[in-house]
């Protein structure tokens, strides 16, 4: 009897499900200038990137003033997102503004409340700039865990990105 009780009581152990908390740093790798994230929509605000266009310089050789003006053919957008969960490279913080720029009008991941959005880092200013046109919709399961919407694994969005058009823009070179 008593080998009964120790019998039951070993099974009971082997059959809860463990919940360890890990620290996974597997995707992490700071030599790429990338930032993947899950992220909330604070807000979203459209800037006019051609205010500061004009710049003025004087010919060393004639003296003459020349007039530069650069255009941007895109729109400008300011962003502000909570942090979610980090899904490459760790961003600090709960949120994080950075700038989007859409040549077709207002950006697509604005039009989903948790999306997986994907920036690069400016190593002069800081500043993080979105990856033109790339972010993956998801929501979360009744269980807990983020999907795509066609319930895709975030590792499976992250990866047909980062051999697709991420890998092709070099990011990972």
Known sequence: MKKLYILIIVIFFISCKSTFVTNDNSNINTSVNLYAFIGEKISVTEFNPNRKNKRIEIDSITGDTIRYVSFVMDLGFN???????NVFNKIEGDTINFV????????GFENYKHVILYLSKDKKS???????????????????IWKGLKGQSIQKLFN??????LGARGIFD
Not at 79 to 85: I, T
Not at 127 to 143: E, M, W
């Open 126 to 144: 800081g500043a993080f700039y979105h990856q033109k046109y790339q972010f993956d919709p998801v929501k979360k399961s009744k269980n807990g």
């Open 79 to 85: 962003n502000k997102y909570k942090v979610l969960k």
């Open 160 to 165: 047909k990105k980062k051999e697709g058009v």
């Open 100 to 107: 989007a720029y859409n040549h077709y009008g207002r950006p």
